[in-house]
């Protein structure tokens, strides 16, 4: 902070008359940002909003008080922010607590120096940026081994397993060593429809209703969207000591043991809250399950479905390559073999050009696969 505040101070002011279009100071075409602190560099810093390669976007400030107000149930005091600046941020304003900020972006090293309050991290491949072997700097290690929560917030892109990877490395830099298997309470902040690749990765950490909510997100901005916000919070932290604010709707569920969301109902038959994405589910006594709304059970697929399938179709995640169906390869296999995949076109009259990838599928008769093309429209 203190570095960061010197270098706003040693910038030269620029008279207001070089500030025009044909002066060679012209800030014209830039986003001017008028900084009343520097604790906070997320209102400053104008955040990376390429999807393809590193979208950043940061918490809600109501996510940001819920996190502080569970890290205080917790009792954690010393608390590792993996790609949580906004949450770091606020833990710098309170003595209740001293953090550490794991980022990708080197830009926060402008605000926290290279201390133990920040280090560039690569959290896909558990890379400390800036040391010879990859390892963290001292006063980052030191922190590291007394550290006592983790709260993340990685890509969407990012595969669980290397999430996994990383978080178990932390971990074990925490753990005494009697101790290294044991696990830091940890929030992570992760789509709910990844639940399953969470929980064969992590399967410690249980997912919550609770709707996280980013102020610089197109679509994850609030509740009062359709279905609301994907994203949840995974955690280890047993369900009814991981309570969820009341004031936004969130109750209790007494037989469940932990706290579910406003539209999300008991089922007595399958006994536990089934709803997983904001809508009220309903339970086909057909399937013996709890379905998602709109759904009708069909005769003929044995299940239920939308009103409008095609039955008997099989899904898409057969394991098998969508063009030739192939179990030993997938269908980016056919872009390096352009001959291979040619041949197999003229034999079955199948190609991949103009195929609708959405309405792709893959179907069985007496063990031969065949590809059904769908032309899009």
């Known amino acids: 902070a203190a570095a960061a505040a010197a270098a ?22 830039h986003d001017v940002v008028r900084c009343t602190s520097v604790q906070a560099p997320t209102e400053v810093l104008q955040p990376l909003d390429t999807d393809t390669k590193n979208a950043q976007y940061f918490f809600s400030h109501s996510v940001v008080d819920w996190t502080v107000d569970q890290l205080v149930r917790l009792g954690a005091t010393r608390v590792v922010c993996l790609g949580t600046p906004r ?6 304003t309170d003595p209740r607590f001293t953090s550490c900020l794991l980022d ?10 290279t201390g133990p309050s920040f280090a560039r991290f690569n959290m896909a491949n558990g890379h400390f940026f800036g040391t010879v072997d990859g390892e963290p700097p001292a006063s980052v290690a030191s922190f590291l081994r007394t550290a006592t929560a983790v709260v993340v917030d990685p890509p969407f892109g990012l595969h669980p397993e290397a ?18 298997a044991a696990e830091l309470p940890t929030l992570l902040f992760f789509p ?35 279905r609301g916000s994907p994203v949840r919070v995974f955690s280890n932290v047993k369900g009814d000591e991981l309570v969820l604010p009341s004031s936004e709707g969130y109750t209790l569920c007494r037989p469940c043991q932990r706290y579910v969301g406003p539209t999300n109902r008991h089922c007595p038959e399958c006994d536990r809250c089934t709803s997983k994405d904001g809508r009220r589910w309903v339970h086909c006594r057909k399937c013996s399950v709890c379905v998602k709304p709109g759904r009708v059970h069909c005769a003929v697929c044995r299940r239920c479905q939308p009103p409008r399938h095609e039955c008997d179709a099989a899904p898409l995640s057969t394991g098998r390559c ?21 041949a197999a076109a003229a034999a079955t009259g199948v190609t991949q050009s103009r195929v609708n990838p959405k309405r792709r599928r893959v179907t069985t008769a007496t063990e031969e696969w065949e590809v059904t093309k769908i032309e899009a429209s």
């Open 8 to 29: 706003v101070a040693s910038t030269p002011t620029v008279p207001h008359a070089a500030r025009t279009p044909s002066g060679a100071q012209s800030h014209t075409e």
């Open 87 to 92: 949450v770091h941020e606020r833990l710098r």
């Open 104 to 113: 990708l972006d080197d830009r926060f090293g402008w605000f926290y120096g």
């Open 163 to 180: 999430l996994a990877r990383t978080l178990r490395l932390l971990w074990r830099r925490a753990a005494a060593p009697q101790h290294a």
């Open 192 to 226: 709910y429809f990844l639940e399953k690749g969470v929980a064969a990765a992590l399967p410690s950490l249980a997912v919550s209703d609770y709707e996280v909510s980013y102020d610089n997100h197109a679509t994850f901005h609030g509740r009062n969207q359709k």
């Open 322 to 342: 969508h063009v030739c169906g192939s179990a030993e390869h997938r269908r980016a296999w056919h872009d390096s073999h352009p001959t291979v995949t040619a």
